[in-house]
C-alpha cells in the first residue's frame, strides 16, 4: 500500500508520492534549530559584566548557534540619594572605587574607577536607556553600543551618564548621538527600560551578571555572577540533552579585531586559550601584515586596528 500512495501524483500541487507542505520555504540545514532563549541580564556600570567580557565573547562566537540571546537591563542604579549597600561596604559613590579596582585587579579587565572620587555616575538608568532606545532601531548595534560604553567608563574613566561622552560614543558607532540621547530622555525610552526590569523579575533575578536559559516549556538554568566558560556549556548541555555541542571555528584574530576595533590582552587570551606570556609573539604572528597598534592601561595591554 505505501508503494502505491509513493507512486501517486497530484495533478492540482505537482506532487509525486505523500503530500505535505507545498508552499515554498526557506531551509537551512546547516545550523541547529535554536530551542534554547539565554537572557543576559546586565548593567552597563557594573563591573563584573565587564569582567565576564572575555568569556561571553567566546561562549556566544563558539555556542551561539544553539541559542538566541537577550540582552536585558537590570537596573542598577536609579539615583544615590536613598542608595546604600551596606553589605557591601557602599553608601556613597566614592565607596565603589576600591570595588572597582578589586574586581579589574582580579579578572585583569582594566578597572580605572577614580571617576567615583570626582566625576561619579548619576545614575545608569541614564545609558540604559540609550541603550533600549538603539536596541529597538538595531540590536546588534546596540550590544555595539554597550561595548564601547563600557571601554569608556572601565578602562578609560569617562562618564558615560554624561550627554556629550553618550553623543560622542552614539556616533562612534554610526548613529545620530544627539537624535538618539534626545529620544532617550522621552517617556517611550523609561516605558522600554521598565519593561525589562520587569521580565527580570519575571526571571527571578537580583543579581549581575546573571545568565538564564530556558527552553520551549519555560524551563531552565539561571547561572548567577561571572562564572568560567565551562559552567556556561554545561548548563547549555543540560538544557539540550540530546545534543552534541559542536563549537563553531574561531574566527582569526584578524577578523576578531576588525569587527570588535579593541580587545584587552585577557579577551585574547581566553579567546584562543593562549597563555598571558604569548600574547605579543601570538598577536605579531597573527597580524603580521596588519596595521595595528598595542597600548597599555592600568598595567594591562591591549590591541587596536589603525584607521
Excluded at 555616575?121 to 529597538?136: G, L, N
Excluded at 546573571?210 to 556549556?233: F, S
Aim: charged fraction near 25%; charge should be negative.
Amino acid at each position: 500500500m505505501e508503494m502505491k500512495n509513493n507512486m501517486m501524483c497530484d495533478l492540482e500541487t505537482g506532487v509525486c508520492g505523500p503530500g505535505g507542505d507545498t508552499e515554498m520555504k526557506f531551509i537551512d540545514l546547516s545550523a541547529p534549530t535554536k530551542k534554547v532563549d539565554l537572557y543576559y541580564v546586565t548593567d552597563p556600570i557594573c563591573s563584573h559584566c565587564w569582567a565576564l567580557e572575555p568569556v561571553l565573547r567566546k561562549f556566544e562566537s563558539q555556542y551561539g548557534q544553539y541559542f538566541n540571546m537577550h540582552t536585558l537591563m537590570g537596573g542598577l542604579l536609579e539615583k544615590w540619594d536613598g542608595f546604600a549597600d551596606s553589605a557591601n561596604g557602599i553608601n556613597g559613590p566614592a565607596d565603589v572605587a576600591g570595588h572597582w579596582r578589586e574586581v579589574g585587579e582580579h579578572s585583569r579587565m582594566p578597572i580605572d574607577g577614580t571617576l567615583w572620587y570626582d566625576n561619579p555616575i548619576e545614575s545608569s538608568f541614564i545609558p540604559s536607556r540609550v541603550f533600549k532606545v538603539i536596541q529597538k532601531k538595531n540590536p546588534e548595534l546596540a550590544n555595539v553600543f554597550l561595548r564601547r560604553a563600557r571601554e569608556a567608563l572601565f578602562a578609560f574613566n569617562k562618564n558615560i551618564a554624561q550627554d556629550d561622552m553618550l553623543i560622542d560614543l552614539v556616533d562612534r558607532i554610526g548613529l545620530n548621538g544627539e537624535e538618539i540621547i534626545r529620544q532617550s530622555k522621552l517617556p517611550e525610552a523609561d516605558t522600554s527600560l521598565h519593561e525589562d526590569f520587569q521580565l527580570v523579575r519575571q526571571l527571578g533575578v537580583r543579581g549581575f551578571p546573571t545568565i538564564v536559559m530556558l527552553n520551549e516549556e519555560k524551563k531552565g538554568v539561571k547561572i548567577v555572577g561571572a562564572r568560567a566558560l565551562e559552567q556556561y556549556l554545561a548548563a547549555l548541555q543540560q538544557m539540550l540533552p540530546g545534543d552534541t555541542l559542536q563549537p563553531k571555528q574561531l574566527s582569526s584574530l584578524l577578523s576578531l579585531i576588525q569587527k570588535e576595533k579593541l580587545l584587552f590582552s585577557r579577551e585574547i587570551e581566553e579567546f584562543y586559550a593562549i597563555e598571558e606570556k604569548d600574547f605579543q609573539t601570538f598577536v605579531s604572528k597573527q597580524l603580521a601584515n596588519a596595521d595595528f597598534k598595542t597600548k597599555e592601561v592600568l598595567g594591562e595591554k591591549y590591541i587596536s586596528i589603525i584607521g
